[in-house]
């Protein structure tokens, strides 16, 4: 796997951002005033009309470029919806909280590049809705555990530094017992973390992968150890910590790759601080391979063998699955608590019995498997 680009550690992908757009309807916001005095940015507002321009116009920016514009608008969706499951491999209950799309990093493999249509960043700033729409949710669940994230469309923390809006939510969730907030990232910028009064609501979770696929594929994230040092001190906080091994990727060299972060991640982090661990082999929508190959035309990724999986992806072949995730699992396993739950995303009973030894239905379901870390 040849190198595509000098690797360097950002701690904050944020400083990454050259420019900001403000939806006009929303120049008087408190939350705008606070994130543009803290980008210390070019502002422009724009009315609906050149926003449109701005996401979809003839001049609108390429992927890559979109990167370092920054829009601010309301959204005028739903706030929180259903992590986006199949009913073929096991899903863990999870919801989801869109509080904005895309990311200034820029990882091989994403998703996001094949889905979304706007190539700019958006961060939503009409968040009186969804602090109401959580409190619905939460409200009419009293007697179950609501594990929720904000990393589906975007990374958790990736522009924490100019929204401050961690602390938002880690202070709405430490009002409810029955609330699991997880903030998802591959930065390390915590700063917005301290002094904080989370309650022991607040899972604090990284990607991790090899320092391989790290160092060539995850531009302008912070490395390996950088995230280790984060969720550490996060740890020190009192924090809930999370780790996610997701993508898992093929490649020569991954079986000592993946156990140097192993042993890294365990060396750095006390066992009993970890609430869960999850495992995903790469996979990928047909659309994204035409996308990353075309903006990463020296990444090998996307060039091994593949089968079209259950849910319409590609996937590694089961059998090369179940090998990789075999010896991840066991060298995971020397490391950790017992109270840690470790997990597969988006897998089959199959995989899970023969990696596992065990079904989730057998330990009464994934979502009772992961909601026990807080029982």
């Known amino acids: ?40 940015l070019p502002v422009e507002y724009l009315d609906e009309r050149e926003l449109s321009s701005l996401i979809e116009g003839e001049n609108s920016p390429s992927l890559g470029e979109g990167k370092r514009n920054l829009i601010l608008s309301n959204n005028k969706g739903d706030f929180v919806k259903d992590c986006p499951a199949t009913k073929t491999y096991r ?133 390996i150890e950088s995230r280790l040092h984060a969720a550490k001190q996060c740890g ?26 192993i042993e890294m991640l365990f060396k750095t982090i006390p066992a009993e601080k970890i609430k869960w661990i999850s495992l995903g082999a790469f996979r990928y929508v047909p659309d994204l391979k035409k996308v990353g190959t075309r903006r990463f035309p020296e990444s090998s990724i996307f060039y091994h063998e593949f089968v079209k999986g259950l849910d319409g992806k590609q996937r590694y072949f089961r059998s090369q699955r179940t090998e990789i995730y075999s010896k991840i699992y066991n060298q995971i396993k020397r490391f950790a608590s017992p109270e840690t739950c470790i997990y597969f995303c988006m897998e089959s009973d199959e995989i899970w019995k023969e990696v596992m030894g065990f079904t989730p239905k057998q330990q009464g379901g994934l979502p009772e498997m992961l909601d026990k870390t807080f029982c």
């Open 91 to 223: 899903c863990c209950d999870y919801r989801i909280i869109n509080i904005g799309t895309g990311c200034p990093m820029d990882c091989v493999y994403c998703i996001l590049q094949a889905y979304l249509n706007n190539p700019n960043l958006t961060f939503y700033v009409n968040t009186d809705r969804l602090f109401n729409e959580l409190d619905e949710l939460l409200n009419s669940n009293p007697d179950k555990v609501v594990r929720i994230g904000t990393g589906e469309l975007t990374d958790s923390m990736a522009l924490d530094r100019i929204t401050g809006f961690s602390r938002d939510l880690i202070a709405f969730f430490s009002e409810y017992d029955n609330g699991v907030l997880e903030l998802k990232t591959k930065s390390s910028f915590i700063e917005n973390l301290k002094n904080v009064n989370h309650a022991g609501r607040t899972v604090m979770s990284w990607s991790l992968n090899s320092n391989e696929i790290t160092s060539k594929t995850e531009f302008r994230a912070s490395s």
């Open 1 to 40: 796997m040849k190198v595509i680009e000098n690797y360097d550690d950002w701690v904050d992908p944020s400083t990454y951002l050259e420019r900001l757009f403000v939806e006009l309807s929303c120049r008087d916001n408190l939350l705008v005033d606070r994130i543009v005095g803290n980008a210390k």
């Open 236 to 261: 020190e906080m009192g924090y809930h910590l999370g780790f996610h091994f997701d993508p898992i990727i093929d490649y020569p060299g991954w079986q000592e790759g993946y156990h140097q972060t």
